[in-house]
T-cell receptor
C-alpha cells in the first residue's frame, strides 16, 4: 500500500545514529501494541510487538518501550540504516474487542547517508 | 513462503460503478482482515473474518461495502456504486488465528481510484 501522504511527521536521522519514534495511544484498555513499517508501494510489515504487562521488549536492532501511565509507546532503532527509511505506524488492540487493530497516523523516517 | 496476495494491484473506475477486490491469505491462516488507507490518514479497520464468519463488521463505512469469505480462504471486498471518497488503498491481512497477540501479516494492497 502506498504510504500516507503529505502531512506526516518526519524524522530525519543520520545513517548510523539511533532513531526514536513516538506514539501516543488513546485507549487505556488496550492490551497489545504493535509497530509496523511501511515502505513505499508495499503493505505494512510487522516489526515488533509488546503486551501491556511488559514495559520493554527488544528485537534485532529495535526496542519497544511502553509507558501505560501516560499511554505512550516508542520504537527505538539502533544504528539506523538506509533501508530503515519508511513510514512507521503504531497500532493498538483491545483483546476484549477482538482482533481489530487501531492504527496511529504514522511517522516518516528519512535516513541521510 | 507465499505471503498475502491481493488483486488487482491497481483499479481505476468511474463513479457509480461496482468494484471487487480480492485477497488471498497465507495458507492455513484462519483469520482475515480488511483495512483501508486513505491519503493523509492511517489505516482504518473495515471488517474481519474468523473462518467464513465475520464477527466484526463495525468498520464498514456504509451499506455499499460488503465482504465475503469462502472456503476459509479467499475473501472479496465489494464496493457498490463507488464514490470518489472511496479512493484509497485497500489492505488485507491474515493471521493464524484470532486472539490477542496474533500477528497480522499484510498484503501489498489494492490502490483504488474512483474518477
Amino acid at each position: 500500500g502506498e504510504s500516507v501522504g503529505l502531512h506526516l511527521p518526519t524524522l530525519s536521522v543520520q545513517e548510523g545514529d539511533n532513531s526514536i519514534i513516538n506514539c501516543a495511544y488513546s485507549n487505556s484498555a488496550s492490551d497489545y501494541f504493535i509497530w509496523y513499517k511501511q515502505e513505499s508501494g508495499k503493505g505494512p510489515q510487522f516489526i515488533i510487538d509488546i503486551r501491556s504487562n511488559m514495559d520493554k521488549r527488544q528485537g534485532q536492532r529495535v526496542t519497544v518501550l511502553l509507558n501505560k501511565t501516560v499511554k505512550h509507546l516508542s520504537l527505538q532503532i539502533a544504528a539506523t540504516q538506509p533501508g530503515d527509511s519508511a513510514v512507521y505506524f503504531c497500532a493498538e488492540n483491545i483483546g476484549a474487542a477482538g482482533n481489530k487493530l487501531t492504527f496511529g497516523g504514522g511517522t516518516r523516517v528519512l535516513v541521510k547517508p | 513462503g507465499a505471503g498475502v496476495s491481493q488483486s488487482p494491484s491497481n483499479k481505476v473506475t468511474e463513479k457509480g460503478k461496482d468494484v471487487e477486490l480480492r485477497c488471498d491469505p497465507i495458507s492455513g491462516h484462519t483469520a482475515l482482515y480488511w483495512y483501508r488507507q486513505s491519503l493523509g490518514q492511517g489505516l482504518e479497520f473495515l471488517i474481519y473474518f474468523q473462518g467464513n464468519s465475520a464477527p466484526d463488521k463495525s468498520g464498514l463505512p456504509s451499506d455499499r461495502f460488503s465482504a465475503e469469505r469462502t472456503g476459509g480462504s479467499v475473501s472479496t471486498l465489494t464496493i457498490q456504486r463507488t464514490q470518489q471518497e472511496d479512493s484509497a488503498v485497500y489492505l488485507c491481512a491474515s493471521s493464524p488465528m484470532t486472539g490477542l497477540g496474533e500477528t497480522q501479516y499484510f498484503g501489498p494492497g489494492t490502490r483504488l481510484l474512483v474518477l
